[in-house]
């Protein structure tokens, strides 16, 4: 959960809506595959029959402390992109849709391609 307070009054997010609004920029941005699992947990949830829709939060953590905004990425990317350009799309628009969408300043976005797929 994250909280703002300003002069008008209390702002908070939960951490689904930005799981999910993180996770549909990603999928948007060409060359992205999938998003992975990012541990244990997410991966025997994806196994599970009952979790095969679609779904964006998968490979998002968002880590919330003093102001700053964290935000690490998993993903599996096409064959024959440039990983870096896919990258640095990748970063940029994370860091423009959390901002235009809830006014938070994104400080770091971490993005780790675990696979390269045909």
Known sequence: M?????????????????????GNAVTSCFGVIAMNAK???DT????????????FARGVKVDFKDGALTIDLHISLMYGVNINAVSRSIINKVAYT???STGIEVEKVNVYVDAVRV
């Open 2 to 22: 994250v909280a703002l307070q300003n002069h008008i009054g209390k702002i908070s997010f939960s951490s689904n809506y930005f799981t999910e609004l993180i």
């Open 39 to 41: 541990g244990f947990r």
């Open 44 to 55: 025997l949830e994806a196994a599970l029959p009952h979790r095969k829709r679609k779904n």
């Open 98 to 100: 959390v901002r235009r």
